[in-house]
């Protein structure tokens, strides 16, 4: 069965309604790595209530999806393992590395979020390092520039002829 | 034998059956909650073994007796290659294919008795039995 995908946002919701097999998992990564390009996702939310059981194939799975993920510049959070689930994953010795976990999809945006927003201070923090110091001092941070900003920066850098705070970054 | 099913392991589809009807014999003996993912889990692992190293065989979930003990007993026969060396198979960690290499050590742990036995050129028979706390 084919796993319905919804897009939040900058964010991309897939919820697993079933027993996943071979076929869906391969269809699933496909078709979120296509959505994370065609819409410029930085997070998957996996919903996994559904599943009864989750073993090392499943687990492995998962763990393929979310690295192949990371590669396209989207950050996955696993959502709703159930408390059984997770006894028998740690009992088997199964981890999720690179991928995030939440209780519910309220978490899971909400950890998305927190991301997005540590990631951005990160960079008006070496922006105010390279130079921009004046700009970093009182003013309001700026909201959060989407990439199709930060892509429209770059390519107006040679026209306007000075390093603004923001090229900085790019030549980072 | 009251309580007895045989599932027939050749695609990915009837790893989940398989494993829905351990649930729900696991359900009828008594099992309780983290058991029954514990039971529903060790099936699903077994039975996927069949498949990726023999393409085809067979799971039988019965109940089973042990002086007063009550418990579940999963069978999973296939006719494949065999298995050259079963330590090293049993092994965590160790795959022949791309898996994890958890499948069998896994389900040893999960499980409260594990038996393999293997002929190569002519199958694997893993028995493993649950029982009822």
């Not at chain 1, 994370?36 to 996702?41: A, E, K, L, N, Q």
């Not at chain 2, 599932?7 to 359900?27: C, D, F, H, P």
Request: aromatic residues 4%; charged residues 25%; contains cysteine.
């Amino acid at each position: 069965m084919q796993v319905p995908i919804l897009k939040q946002g900058n964010y991309l919701i897939a919820s697993v309604q079933s027993a996943l097999s071979d076929d869906d998992l391969r269809l699933l990564r496909a078709d979120l790595s296509d959505r994370v390009g065609r819409f410029r996702s930085t997070g998957v939310i996996i919903d996994v209530t559904a599943l009864d059981v989750i073993d090392s194939f499943a687990t492995r799975t998962l763990q393929s999806v979310a690295q192949m993920l990371k590669l396209r510049g989207a950050y996955t959070v696993i959502v709703g393992i159930r408390p059984d689930v997770a006894f028998v994953m740690v009992q088997l010795g199964l981890t999720l590395a690179d991928v995030g976990a939440a209780l519910d999809l309220e978490e899971a945006l909400a950890n998305l979020n927190l991301r997005r927003r540590n990631l951005h201070e990160h960079r008006v923090m070496h922006i105010g390092e390279a130079g921009g110091g004046s700009r970093a001092a009182g003013a309001p941070s700026p909201p959060p520039l989407s990439r199709a900003h930060r892509r429209r920066d770059k390519d107006e850098q040679p026209r306007s002829g000075h390093a603004s705070p923001r090229s900085v970054e790019h030549g980072r | 034998m009251a309580d007895e099913s045989r599932i027939n392991i050749s695609n990915a589809g009837e790893i989940v059956t398989a494993r829905q009807q351990g649930r729900m014999l696991a359900v009828q003996l008594g099992f309780d909650g983290s058991e029954l993912t514990v039971i529903a889990t060790a099936i699903s692992e077994i039975a996927r073994n069949i498949l990726e190293h023999a393409k085809d065989g067979e799971v039988v979930i019965s109940q089973c007796y042990h002086r007063r003990k009550c418990g579940i007993c999963v069978v999973a026969r296939d006719f494949g290659p065999g298995i050259t060396d079963i330590d090293q198979a049993m092994q965590y960690g160790y795959s022949t294919h791309k898996g994890l290499g958890i499948g069998l050590p896994g389900t040893k742990l999960l499980m409260d008795e594990f038996h393999i036995v293997s002929v190569v050129g002519e199958g694997t028979t893993v028995t493993m039995k649950k029982w009822r706390h």
